[in-house]
């Protein structure tokens, strides 16, 4: 696994780089009411980049481990990523110990969270398990690592948001760059900069994009870009796994794809387009599964 240079950092990253907002989050996370931020002790290993994936940030408070990550695109594989990280960081922290002592060596205790905000409809709170990647389960793993989701787009995990202000106004500001990125009209540089200009106006995260504004317009650039990107592979990946199944004559296949592809936010004419089938029975479809 090589490092990825061209790894780009994201918004919600250069946010939660200071230690204030860093500590704000995991206070509303946590139901804590910390003051001093020099509590909190980074440990972000910057160098840990893995098949283009990096980890976003790490820190040690009350003798436990966080690992935060932020994705705006639906990866159940987090649970195996985040066992690299976890990986590296323990050796890091042990790496003075030695390991063949008689005494047992502590380390802090892993707590494994990732922020969603992607397009597709996911519930406020959700859980991944890196045992339902084996490829022969068992009801009780040796190895289990477990990721909780949560949903950080505008109008979810309501209470959450409540506590934590920088969290809410990440989610605002990340609603009005996708509102603007729609408008045919508007290109995208423009999206953003009128994105940032109305958040300053209206007190959204102003001194943070004041402070930081050619950085997070360009850095959004390549986020939006980004998404869109993942957005046509998927649906690519979508079109080549029907097409084969299809041909095996996996009509059970063919109704995960179009599922998964509603999941996505897809409408159901886009969907009709891609599988040929009619609109009628895609929405029964889509009907059955959700009932």
Known sequence: MKANVKYKDTIFRMLYREKENLLSLYNAMNGKDYKNPEELQVVTLENAIYMGMKNDLAFIIDMNLYLYEHQSTYNPNIPLRNLFYIADEYQKLVVQKSLYSSAIQKIPTPRFVVFYNGTRKVEDRSEFRLSSAYENPTEDPDLELRVTMFNVNEGHNKELMEHCQTLREYAQYVARVRKYASIEEMSLDEAVERAVDECIEEGILAEFLQQNKAEVVRVSIYEYDKEKEEKKLRQAEYEAGFESGKEAGFESGRKDVII????????????????????????????????
């Open 260 to 291: 998964s592809m509603h999941r996505e936010g897809m409408d159901i004419e886009q969907i009709s387009r891609i599988v040929g089938l009619g609109i009628s029975e895609i929405q029964k479809m889509i009907e059955n599964e959700v009932g």
